[in-house]
């Protein structure tokens, strides 16, 4: 087994190597292969540089992955899940607001689930972002039907298919777990720890976060509503029949 870690960078430059400093152990006291994919969303500081020292410093294990400009940070997620070669797919924050020590535990209860997602218990931000994110997380759980506590938890480990069925928008990283059960995944929710940001600065605001996700959340219902579990097989041919499939749940661990 091996795992692939990924995380979005965007003017990160003082917490590349803090991360590294916390994530690297964690994943060497895990004894499993890895890899960790450092995306630079088009940062205009010396994320990069310090991506690129990362690289030199560990060739066998952190890879870099640039950006050609902002992009934002659902499509540098989409970017790194493009390049994975794991069979688990890790995706945190490069802002150590999410603490590495909880992926070995998430990474366990995988055994019986396609994802397993962040509940940032007791969440350390500002009492405005808090009550922005639970009154955000209750109106996407009454349009979506769902029932979990913190959807936009940067800490998520994914079996590999689950990231490979992914068709990404800007915007849909807040909703991956909805993503992930429509197309017929099982997801677990774990309490997970969270820290103050200490180092750089919050990317999104009222105007971006709130109004474009609560935007963002009519698509997503569009798509669950429009959504259809194609199971079809191309007959009259030589050999084993093509399995033309889309959303059809994998031997008994999906539903
Ligand atoms: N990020 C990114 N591109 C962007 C905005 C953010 O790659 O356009 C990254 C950012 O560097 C961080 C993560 O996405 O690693 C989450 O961003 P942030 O911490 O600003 O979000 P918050 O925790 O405030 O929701
Ligand atoms: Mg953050």
């Not at 292969?33 to 969303?41: N, R, S, Y």
């Not at 050609?68 to 490069?94: H, I, K, P, S, W």
């Not at 929710?189 to 180092?199: I, Q, T």
């Amino acid at each position: 087994m091996m795992i692939s870690v990924v995380i979005p960078l965007y003017n990160e430059e003082e917490n590349v190597q803090p991360l590294l400093d916390e994530l690297l152990p964690v994943l060497d006291g895990m004894k499993l292969a890895h890899e960790v994919i450092l995306v630079d969303d088009g940062s205009v500081d010396a994320t990069g540089a310090r991506i690129a020292a990362a690289r030199a410093a560990h060739p066998d294990r952190i890879r870099h992955i640039a950006l050609e400009r902002n992009t934002g940070q659902t499509a540098a997620l989409d970017a790194g899940f493009r390049a994975v070669r794991g069979d688990v797919v890790v995706m945190m924050d490069g802002d150590l607001q999410v603490d590495p020590r909880d992926i070995p535990r998430m990474v366990e209860h995988l055994q019986g689930w396609d994802m397993v997602h962040g509940w940032r218990w007791q969440r350390r931000d500002t009492f405005f972002k808090r009550i922005q994110t639970r009154i955000a997380n209750r109106v996407r759980n009454v349009l979506t039907g769902s029932d979990v506590h913190d959807t936009g938890c940067p800490l998520k480990v994914m079996r590999r298919e689950v990231v490979e069925r992914f068709r990404l928008f800007t915007g849909l990283h807040r909703f991956l777990i909805t993503l992930a059960r429509m197309e017929g995944f099982r997801t677990l929710e774990v309490k997970v720890a969270h820290r103050p940001r200490l180092m750089g600065t919050s990317k999104y605001g009222l105007l971006n976060r709130v109004f474009r996700a609560f935007r963002d959340l009519f698509a997503v219902r569009w798509m669950m509503a429009r959504h259809y579990r194609l199971e079809a097989r191309e007959l009259g041919v030589e050999g084993a029949p093509k399995d033309l499939r889309k959303g059809v749940e994998s031997e008994g661990r999906a539903g």
